[in-house]
């Protein structure tokens, strides 16, 4: 789920490598509202057969968050993503907070 439009998300989502990955795109001209909005949480929760309350959504703006705790789901936010300086990420009242991609395999662990 990203607010990037379609025609920018989806040659990034190849250009990176991670395409084999994705087993849906939501991008911010799928629907009509972006986040912080939830519907496009919503909508991938639909689109994957899965329970909002049984996922987790990382992102790294507050918007994600946002949008992540509207839908009810758990919030992690990669503080290593494209957060400006200016910007504390522990005051986006997520559920955690990672400075690297490994911490999320260990918070899965003790949180499930």
């Known amino acids: 789920v990203t607010n990037k439009p379609g025609n920018l998300a989806e040659p990034l989502v190849q250009e990176l490598g991670i395409a084999f990955n994705a087993v849906c795109m939501v991008s911010g001209d799928s629907l009509s509202r972006r986040k912080p909005d939830p519907d496009q949480l919503h909508h991938a929760a639909n689109m994957l057969g899965i329970n909002e309350q049984d996922t987790v959504y990382m992102g790294d703006d507050r918007r994600d968050v946002q949008a992540g705790k509207a839908a009810g789901m758990k919030t992690v936010v990669a503080a290593y993503g494209y957060i400006q300086d200016d910007h504390d990420p522990n005051t ?9 991609a490994l911490d999320l395999k260990d918070w899965l662990f003790i949180n499930s």
Not at 92 to 100: H, I, K, S
């Open 92 to 100: 986006w009242d997520a559920d955690a907070v990672f400075l690297q």
